[in-house]
């Protein structure tokens, strides 16, 4: 994956910001701005596809040069094209059609300040070239990106070389707004919940057309109910409507919350194959250490390790320092996992391998026990169908807030003198 900007002098060695979002698609084509708002913005007035199954070209007509950053995604595969706030006045209809490498693209705002353009692939591709025309000759200015089709392997390689970078190299962001916590001491627990995607990125597609953001919203407010039911846990959604956040965003708010639980909710595809059942995740070894180094190197370490201050410490001792408290986070998080197959596995199928580890970036709070559970298969008919059943949403979502409950009934003991 690559990153590109505006400045040609950075074109050639830049490298993209990686897939900070697990994640992101957009809203349907035909949204406009206010009036009021869209008459300074540049203006994105045509868009086309060039090419065949092998390398495949995708050009946007601006009015005036946009700095941009390309990258790529996975699950599904697609290539986000990430701009400052821009007006879309396409044509009827852009975007629906295929062509080479690029099954449809997307188009819309991810927030007040920035608009993304999403071509979903039907399969694994690398970006081979994006550059910028500036307007020539009573020519538009122009983002040009070339896609070209690839293996899965060196996506993949690719794909977690750039997370590795951004990890190193990412500075903090403002949380997004949130639900208030409590000030002062907590007396319950508290328990922040993450439904992925939202808002332009719908996620997973199912085959009848289902939104992974829909679904795991929906299945996130049920064990958000069932939780503070118990009237001993608290419950923070990093979203309860249909909001885009960037997957950054959601483990600030784990972290800025002194969370002591975090899960993340999603409902994967598969492109063929008939996988079906839940699956959960914590973070790898191999994302563990290099968080941990990347970590280090925080300007804010203070807010690292529950305000313990390690601006005086030398990089050997903050590096052991925050390795010690990923492993117990770590430790924590698997507890939780197998109670949680403990529970569910009753109620619900699992995959063959239930329980695994991965680099996810809402996995690496340091000091928060986080876990990421797949409900299922989108691209299963019966996974769909239970996915979306309400039924089953409350049945799974009451036996993951009963290994809640056994987690920090778990944890309260071990602290018992």
Known sequence: MKRETASPSRWAAARLLPGLLLAALFMLAGFRLPAADAADLPVATAARLAGDDTRTRFVADLTVPVGYTVYIMANPYRVMIDLPQVAFSLPEGSGDDARGLVTQYRYGPVDDAHSRIVLETDGPVLIDKAF????????????????????????????????????????????????????????RKLVVIDPGHGGIDPGAIGVKKTKEKDVVLAFGLKLKRILEA???????????????????????????????????????????????GATIYTLSEKASDAEAEALAHKENRADIIAGVDLEAENKEVTDILIDLVQRESKTHSLVFAKKAVSEMAPVTAFTGKPMRSAGFMVLKAADVPSVLIELGFLSSKHDESQLTSPEWQQKVAGAMARAVEKYFATQLASKAP
């Open 230 to 276: 118990t009237g001993t846990i608290d419950v923070v959604m990093t979203r309860s409507d249909d909001t885009f956040l960037t997957l950054r965003d959601r483990v600030k708010v784990a972290r800025d919350k002194e969370a002591d639980l975090f899960i993340a909710i999603h409902a994967d595809t598969v492109r063929g194959g008939d996988a079906r």
């Open 132 to 187: 910028l025309l500036k307007p020539k000759d009573g020519q538009p200015a122009r983002i040009v990106v070339d896609v070209v089709k690839t293996t899965k392997q060196a996506f993949d390689a690719q794909l977690a070389a750039d997370q590795d970078t951004e990890t190193a190299d990412a500075a903090p962001q403002d949380a997004p707004p949130a639900e208030a916590a409590s000030a002062g001491p907590r007396e």
